[in-house]
């Protein structure tokens, strides 16, 4: 009987044994099979990203203006284009971003940038000095503006992109002509010099410094004023002829304080008594140029086209030379600077030229400022000399060698005439202006040709790439996609080589001139890659399927909420297609988020089958939604348009500080409340949230702190001593600590940690109400808490990692934007499971809208003087790969990585572990590829209307930015997406939970 019960025992173990071992075997199937599902997406998603960039790639080259640059170099023996030179030296002093008022008295004035700089205005009430306002053409970056400067040729817009990355000139300048005649060149300061003439320049008088360091007043400065006045000494005199000094203290103070702060009467105080001391040790037959190379506006930023950006100042003075002072009748009369006329910018580079005996550069358009020529004979020589060059640089240049011939004619004929007749020079100056007027016009308009076919081409990749997007999201059901994402795989990589065989093979037999290779084989690509992804939906779908289906989709699955979904992505397109809807697009942006709080506000209080409770909590989710996203538009940095109905708010005081350390407790205590409705405020979260968020928000807070005591005026305006050196050393510590734990650190410990889970033992009170001194045992029962939000609870700690670290590198108002930004998150999750929409395509369209409204929210314009360059100095003293551009992408655009990282959480919030993992995976990828679309679909629409108004007045100041802030958007989230929610984020969460709870 017992070897019976024994043998029994046995089969019965082995047999448990087996069905154990067929449920490992099952579960790592699924496991493998989730694996390669998650693999497929992951790839599509690439392709489709590599589709997308191309097109956009293809756009800016065709919109984006580039240059033709004439190789010729002027020379004296040609033409005889040279005068005997006026002075045997100059100096050059450039006082970056020294906007004309600053120059200038400003009556009745309390600001710290007027009446702070005087000497100029002093000496230009002498006949041996002039001070003009120095009109700069936009973009105002300042290599660009050093390029007008030495060039006297004017930037296209996509020459601002390189203001990084400083390349040599390699068009013919007045630098390059004083080589040519063997003269030494002495350069300090702005290493931008170095960058563009170091062929030219005597590397034992050139001291660069690093010129991007926007919070480092002092460094570059001190650097010039420590080598300026032993090369001014006499026994070194003659190692140089011209001296040419770049001093960056004003700009930068704009860029960290604004113009309003007492360290810009510092700076400005400190170039007036510089400049003093540098007059005192010059030579009779040295010239002096002080010049600005733009100006700045309200905030200290600069780059665009506005007036405070584009008035800058220029003044020359010489101890024994007179200058020709016009009548005030020719000066201009305004608010700032009356009185005082205004010369172009590259004017510069003719007179400089004359009056050093130099050839005017080839590529030159502008014009000899009148002032420096002491009488009107010798205005008439320098007049007839640069119109010699321009028309030189005209016969050269392609669609404007057969035009104005008749002017430039009769004006040699005249100047042959009559150049020696007192009475007529005035005249022949006058006609000169004229001919140099008209081939400016002329130039502009030349260089404002858009290659229309790259636009073309460009527009067409991404709306087909935006058709399969369309059709991969919404049409084709999710479950299909799963099971055909290696087709496609597939399918893409044969009909890419093909395509790039093809395109290979066209550019060998047609060899277009206007058509390089490279752009031959991106077409090829992006070609075979999407015919790639339609063959395998061709194959088993058919249009009319496809057509069916998304009939379907509106008949069965549109309602009220789709609908207004639609309406806002439509709303949103068409904003771009007017100047004013664009300005005001922030303002917008609210209205469409508050309006679809009031839909779910009442969309709760309508809802039949909902509990009481459940029906207040939604009501209060509603509303606190409502109110974040009021007090989030009020957080305003108002662009140029905007003024003066837009008052700005985005700025940082004491009370922006005070909310900081506030927020360290209220985000962690308010996320807790959030997790504690689902249960899930166990095993890592609390560690993340009550400890890790709390500490890293204090960290950051305390940086924001240090930072104010170091820019507060109180402490410089009361000589109160604060060691600078200390607490710069301290804030990089925190920022470097802070995006350390944020980006690696934390991220690898989430990576291997457990899920915000625990296990619950409980006794039946029943069995428990025995009597006493009975022994019996009582049966437990395990409860899991968390369980409802296992996906959820897990998944939002990889959110905050992200989010912790991009409030880092935002200023303190933009981090309690982003602090509303993810309440409002969790609150419309809520409200997306109350309302049963997680399906719907207006919840990530909802997560689109957040995006753009806390990109506003946190001091950010689609304008380039709206970018925060100096956060990128945050975590180093100097430009450092990646980090300091790394620091600029996450304050540029973490108001949209922190939605994407969000976006997963559409389908994993509230819901229990999925015995189908792959379905759950499949709603995901729905609604990223949804954000994507909504991303792409306005993209193309601000891309589409960029072109349409090319001709537009507004179409750099507005159109231009916008359609490059969709353009770097519709890159960087795709391959974010890719990267961090989806390959790191999703798979980790979706497969630990299968491995744990799957079946």
Not at 182 to 192: E, F
Not at 266 to 289: H, P, S
Not at 610 to 626: D, R, S, V
Request: hydrophobic share 45%.
């Amino acid at each position: 009987m017992e070897a019976d019960q024994f043998e029994t025992s046995a089969i019965t173990r082995r047999i448990a044994k087996q069905q154990q071992m067929q449920q490992q075997a099952r579960t790592k199937v699924k496991q493998q099979k989730l694996r390669l599902t998650f693999m497929g997406y992951v790839i599509v998603l690439i392709f489709l990203a590599i589709v997308q960039i191309i097109g956009v790639a293809f756009f800016s080259m065709g919109f984006l203006l580039t240059r033709n640059v004439l190789p010729d170099i002027a020379d004296c023996n040609i033409n005889d284009s040279c005068i005997p030179p006026k002075f045997d030296k100059a100096v050059l002093l450039v006082i970056d971003a020294l906007r004309f008022d600053f120059a200038i008295p400003i009556e009745g004035s309390n600001e710290y940038y007027h009446n702070n700089f005087p000497i100029l205005n002093q000496l230009a009430q002498k006949d041996n000095a002039v001070l003009l306002k120095f009109m700069a053409d936009p973009p105002t970056t300042t290599l660009q503006r050093l390029k007008g400067l030495t060039t006297g040729s004017l930037p296209t817009f996509i020459d601002a992109g390189s203001n990084f990355d400083g390349d040599h000139i390699d068009e013919d300048n007045w630098v390059l002509q004083l080589h040519k005649q063997n003269k030494s060149i002495a350069c300090l300061g702005d290493d931008t010099w170095q960058a563009l003439f170091s062929n030219y320049i005597n590397p034992d008088l050139s001291f660069p410094f690093d010129s991007l360091n926007v919070w480092d007043l002092h460094t570059v400065d001190n650097g010039v004023i420590k080598h300026i006045f032993p090369l001014l000494d006499k026994s070194q005199r003659n190692q140089w002829d011209v001296l040419i000094g770049h001093f960056l203290g004003v700009d930068h103070a704009g860029h960290r304080y604004g113009p309003t702060h007492y360290a810009m009467k510092e700076k400005l105080n400190q170039m007036n008594e510089l400049l003093i001391k540098i007059i005192a040790e010059l030579e009779d037959n040295t010239l002096l140029i002080v010049m600005g190379d733009h100006g700045m506006d309200h905030t200290g930023n600069h780059g665009g086209d506005s007036l405070d950006e584009l008035e800058s100042t220029l003044f020359m003075y010489s101890k024994n030379k007179k200058f020709n002072k016009k009548d005030k009748s020719h000066y201009d009369i305004s608010d700032k600077g009356k009185n005082y006329r205004w010369v172009n910018q590259i004017d510069i580079v003719p007179t400089i030229s004359l009056l050093l005996g130099l050839p005017i550069p080839f590529n030159n358009l502008g014009y000899p400022i009148d002032e420096v020529f002491s009488n009107d004979l010798e205005l008439a020589q320098a007049a007839h000399k640069s119109v010699q060059q321009l028309h030189s640089f005209r016969i050269k240049t392609p669609d404007l060698s057969s035009k104005l011939n008749e002017d430039y004619l009769s004006f040699i004929q005249n100047y042959t005439d009559h150049g020696k007749d007192k009475t007529r020079h005035q005249d022949l100056v006058e006609q000169a202006k004229r001919y140099q007027f008209t081939s400016l016009e002329e130039c502009k308009s030349l260089w404002a040709t858009f290659d229309m076919k790259l636009i073309y081409i460009g527009l067409t990749i991404l709306f087909l790439s935006l058709t399969f997007l369309l059709t991969y999201a919404r049409s084709i059901p999710s479950v299909r996609v799963s099971t055909m994402s290696f087709e496609f795989i597939g399918s893409v990589i044969a009909m890419c080589l093909l395509g790039l065989v093809i395109s290979l093979s066209i550019y060998i037999v047609l060899k277009p001139v206007d058509f390089s290779l490279n752009k031959c084989l991106a077409t090829g690509a992006a070609a075979g890659i999407i015919i790639g992804f339609w063959a395998p939906v061709m194959d088993r779908f058919s249009l009319n399927w496809l057509w069916h289906q998304t009939i379907d989709f509106f008949l069965y699955n549109f309602n009220s909420y789709s609908f207004a979904g639609l309406l806002f992505v439509f709303s949103h397109c068409v904003i771009f297609a007017s100047n004013s809807f664009v300005v005001w697009e922030d303002k917008m942006i609210s209205f469409f988020l508050i309006s679809f709080g009031f839909c779910c506000l009442y969309g709760v209080s309508i809802k039949t089958g909902l509990p009481k409770e459940q029906k207040i909590l939604g009501l209060m989710h509603a509303l606190t939604f409502i109110l974040l996203t009021r007090l989030t538009s009020m957080i305003d940095l108002c662009r140029e348009e905007q003024r003066p109905y837009c008052v700005p708010t985005f700025i940082s005081s004491w009370w922006s500080i005070l909310l900081l350390h506030g927020s360290t407790y209220i985000l962690p205590a308010m996320i807790m409340s959030f997790y504690n409705l689902s249960g899930s405020y166990h095993s890592a979260a609390p560690l993340w949230i009550g400890t890790g968020l709390k500490f890293l928000m204090f960290m950051n807070a305390a940086h924001w702190s240090i930072e104010y005591i170091q820019n507060s005026d109180y402490f410089n305006a009361n000589n109160i001593y604060i060691s600078t050196a200390l607490l710069k050393s301290l804030n990089l510590a925190i920022a470097r600590i802070v995006l350390f734990v944020g980006l690696i650190l934390a991220n690898y410990s989430w990576s291997k940690g457990p899920l915000c889970v625990k296990l619950e033992f409980s006794q039946n009170e029943a069995d428990i109400n025995t009597e006493e001194n009975e022994e019996v045992d009582v049966p437990k029962t395990a409860n899991i808490l968390g369980y409802g939000n296992v996906y959820g609870s897990s998944y939002f700690l990889l959110l905050l990692n992200f989010a912790v670290a991009i409030m880092l590198v935002t200023k303190p108002l933009g981090a309690i934007s982003l602090n509303m930004l993810i309440i409002q998150i969790l609150s419309l999750l809520e409200l997306y499971d109350l309302l049963n929409i997680r399906k719907n395509l207006v919840a990530p369209i909802i997560f689109g809208l957040l995006a753009y409204q806390h990109f506003f929210s946190t001091g950010h314009q689609a304008t380039l003087a709206a970018i925060q360059w100096e956060i990128g100095f945050m975590t180093t003293e100097t430009i450092v790969f990646p980090f300091t551009h790394l620091n600029i992408i996450l304050n540029t655009f973490g108001s949209f990585f922190i939605v994407c990282l969000a976006i997963p959480l559409i389908t994993l919030w509230k819901i229990v572990p999925s015995n189908k993992p792959i379905t759950v995976l499949s709603q995901i990828i729905t609604n990223i590829t949804t954000l994507l679309t909504y991303i792409a679909i306005t993209g193309l629409s601000s891309l589409i209307f960029a072109a349409h108004f090319r001709r537009h007045l507004m179409v750099w100041k507005i159109f231009a930015p916008r359609f490059m802030l969709s353009g770097l958007l519709i890159i960087l989230l795709n391959i974010f997406i890719i990267i961090v929610p989806l390959a790191f984020g999703t798979g980790k969460v979706v497969t630990q939970v299968n491995r744990i709870f799957g079946k």
